[in-house]
């Protein structure tokens, strides 16, 4: 079976196999985070170049005096199609999905692309 036939339930057990394999202190940060998957950015999302995996909403956890009452939570949110689409091998598929999470978690911490590439999570 070729990685893109992966269904999304299957694909959503593997996101809650990554959610379990972060370390404490990310899993904690998480636990305060809706993980959602969705098949694919909405319009607009991303520029027209930029293939999407996956996006943080929110406040980032570094961030000075922290949420403002009645703002919306915050939210990692994975997609689905464009993950597959970069993964060979239903083999790639688990470690490209805790790799784009790891990244989510990374914005969420404060940490910028660059740090972020430069730790090897992109």
Do not use: N
């Not at 996101?15 to 998480?30: G, N, T, Y």
């Not at 689409?85 to 805790?98: K, W």
């Not at 911490?109 to 972020?116: A, P, T, W, Y």
């Amino acid at each position: 079976m070729h990685p893109d036939e992966i269904p999304p339930d299957e694909f959503d057990d593997l996101v809650r196999d990554a959610l379990d394999q972060l370390p404490d202190e990310a899993a904690r940060l998480v636990s305060e985070i809706a993980v959602v998957v969705r098949e694919v950015p909405e319009p607009g999302q991303a520029a027209p170049d930029q293939l999407l995996l996956g996006t943080f909403r929110g406040i980032p956890h570094t961030a000075v005096g922290g949420r403002v009452p009645g703002s919306l939570p915050d939210v990692i949110t994975l997609f689905r199609v464009p993950i597959l689409a970069v993964c060979r091998s239903r083999e790639e598929v688990p470690p490209r999905v805790l790799k784009v999470l790891g990244h989510e978690v990374g914005h969420a911490l404060g940490l910028s692309e660059g740090q972020l590439r430069s730790y090897g999570w992109f």
